[in-house]
């Protein structure tokens, strides 16, 4: 029975999460929801969670609000989300970076994406997409994913460990790890991008065995020692089966944030050429620009925005949405 207490915070929530309420607890300062968001799509979920948490956490004796989105189980059985790796031979080129904003703009195209960080050591997807200090709760042993302002829900390990706590797990627990966040409430998702760790360890060997990605998409700077590491990364794909979708050149070309010219301090066309050797598709280049890192790191991506970075990753996101919607064909072509 709720008690006056529920009625009352009750009471605080929008109209619409009130008409959704499944259940409402306040204990020790948490504030616990569970909402039921049958029908909705992504950028309504997130408008509910928000919506529901910004009127909770007003409240003086609420530290924390947890929200759980639910989906009604009958009717037919959806299928599982197909995988869209995101992988890079060597770290710091930028492949989480790209995860985000591939993934919110494939969003903006109207393809229901959610976005897994399987880097478990290092996880930075919470704060690319300006969700730190949330956790994830879960339901039914299965972690639902963290809602988003941009529609793309999450689920990082930045979700479930406190900033800066130490990852000292050996590999078998990592890759149990990235198997809780890949097996969780995924279902409203007909895409899941992945952020692979860079290199070829436990995770991506779990990631390769037990959810086969539909195809990868490589990262690379122009250096070129990245390319060769690029190549590697390359190899441990299509080793494991799996499809390239393109390779993709980030930090290509330098932006001056004062007069906006462009100019190729590791000289152009890298990317391409060696897209070409290998045999796999070019998806474009994203431009070394200081908005870029800077929007990240505030956990605005730009590809939600609409300026020239915004346009650098909605090209990107049309190769690779014109590759899904033909994947067979082209992982045929491409053997
Ligand atoms: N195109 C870009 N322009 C400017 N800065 C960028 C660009 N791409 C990435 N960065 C910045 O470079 C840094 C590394 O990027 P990111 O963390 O995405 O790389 P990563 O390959 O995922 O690294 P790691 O392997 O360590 O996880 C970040 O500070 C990010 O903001």
Redesign the pocket.
């Known amino acids: 029975m709720p008690s006056e207490n529920d009625a009352a915070l009750r009471a605080l929530l929008p109209r619409e999460a009130a008409a959704r309420l499944q259940s409402l607890r306040l204990s020790d300062g948490v504030a616990t929801l569970v909402l039921d968001a049958s029908g909705l799509g992504a950028a309504e979920r997130a408008g509910l969670e928000i919506g529901a948490r910004k009127a909770l956490e007003r409240e003086s004796d609420i530290a924390e609000v947890r929200v759980a989105l639910m989906a009604e189980r009958d009717g037919p059985a959806k299928p599982a989300p197909r995988i869209l790796a995101v992988g890079?031979g060597k770290?710091?080129?930028?492949?989480?970076?790209l995860s985000t904003n591939l993934a919110v703009a494939l969003a903006r195209r109207g393809i229901k994406v959610g976005l897994v960080d399987a880097?478990i050591y290092?996880p930075?997807q919470a704060r690319l997409l300006g969700t730190e200090g949330t956790k994830a709760l879960a339901h039914d042993k299965k972690l639902v994913p963290v809602a988003t302002r941009w529609g793309v829900p999450v689920l990082s390990m930045g979700h479930l460990i406190e900033p800066g706590q130490a990852m000292a797990w050996r590999g078998p627990m990592a890759a149990g790890a990235l198997t809780q966040l890949l097996e969780a409430h995924w279902e409203e998702a007909e895409v899941l991008v992945v952020d692979l760790?860079?290199g070829t360890g436990d995770v991506q060997l779990t990631m390769l065995q037990k959810f086969k990605p539909a195809g990868a998409v490589i990262v690379t700077t122009p250096q070129d020692l990245a390319l060769i590491d690029a190549t590697r990364a390359i190899e441990l794909f299509t080793k494991g089966g799996v499809p390239i979708v393109g390779l993709v050149e980030?930090?290509a070309g330098y932006v001056c944030p004062h007069c906006g010219e462009e100019s190729d301090p590791f000289g152009h066309g890298g990317g391409e050429t060696s897209a070409r050797g290998l045999g796999i598709d070019f998806l474009g280049r994203?431009?070394?620009?200081?908005a870029?890192?800077r929007q990240?790191?505030a956990g605005e991506p730009p590809a939600a925005g609409d300026g020239p970075q915004a346009e650098a990753f909605a090209a990107l996101a049309a190769r690779v949405a014109d590759w899904l919607a033909a994947p067979s064909d082209r992982a045929a072509g491409a053997a």
């Open positions: 890079s770290g710091g080129v930028g492949k989480s970076t880097d290092g930075s760790p860079p980030n930090m994203i431009p070394l620009d200081i870029i890192r990240s790191d």
